[in-house]
């Protein structure tokens, strides 16, 4: 079975500029999350979505936005990027069974993005 | 606030020793928890879950969970310099089928030959 794939892998922008960021999940899963991952704050939650809707979100300005569509692939955009949004993003699928607490999530190999 | 930590290391051991890591978090509700490994320029690897108080063994690894300290631990053991890397602790909050992840921060792991 395949895993989750991203696309890109790496990504150079400027300041200002916005980026699109995609994600396709295990087949199957149909929870998506992403997160941020830097140097100094480790991996932060930016998102969850299931079935279309984002059902839970992380503390982050409204640059940051996502959405999934109805074959569980996501993507994430951030608008206006800042230099601070040099990051690895992470985007990780789960099965999301109801009766199963563990819900384990698999992670993509994220994308590099560096804001220039 | 719902926090994760995790002592940041290095954590040095010789290799065939056993890496015991360890992970402490603040919410009472959590119940799952994740360990991850996560090689330098890599995302991170599910390595174990576990989610009832005991001991979760696969393998080289065990997993433990004390709820009432809110205490989890990875041991690794036969350690091997592969298994160099840093480890997540992350737990998960939610019920009825969907939560969110919350990570600590990591502790390196260094296995020398």
């Known amino acids: 079975k395949a895993g989750v794939t991203q696309t890109p892998r790496y990504l150079i922008k400027t300041r200002g500029q916005q980026v699109t960021l995609s994600c396709s999940p295990i087949?199957?899963?149909?929870?998506v999350s992403w997160y941020q991952q830097t140097p100094g704050q480790g991996l932060q939650f930016l998102f969850e979505?299931?079935?279309?809707?984002?059902?839970n979100k992380g503390n982050f300005p409204g640059r940051f936005s996502g959405r999934q569509f109805s074959n569980s692939r996501s993507e994430m955009n951030v608008s206006t990027l800042e230099l601070g949004d040099s990051a690895l993003y992470l985007c990780?699928?789960?099965?999301?069974?109801?009766?199963?607490?563990?819900?384990?999530?698999?992670f993509g190999p994220g994308t590099r993005l560096t804001v220039l | 606030q719902k926090e994760v930590e995790q002592n940041s290391g290095p954590l040095s051991v010789p290799e065939g020793a056993i890496a015991s890591l360890n992970c402490t978090y603040s919410d009472r509700v959590s119940q799952s928890f994740f360990w991850y490994r996560q090689y330098s320029g890599k995302s991170p690897e599910l390595i174990m879950s576990?989610?009832?108080?005991g001991d979760k063994e696969d393998g080289r690894f065990t997993a433990q969970l004390n709820k009432a300290s809110q205490y989890v631990s990875l041991l690794i053991r036969d350690s091997q310099p592969s298994d160099s890397a840093t480890y997540l602790c992350?737990?998960?909050?939610?019920?009825?089928?969907?939560?969110?992840?919350?990570f600590g921060k990591g502790t390196m792991l260094l296995v020398s030959p």
């Open positions: 979505y299931f079935s279309e809707t984002q059902r």
């Open positions: 576990i989610y009832s108080n």
């Open positions: 087949s199957g899963h149909r929870s």
């Open positions: 990780a699928s789960s099965l999301d069974r109801l009766a199963d607490y563990y819900n384990e999530q698999f």
């Open positions: 992350a737990v998960n909050v939610g019920n009825s089928g969907y939560s969110t992840l919350t």
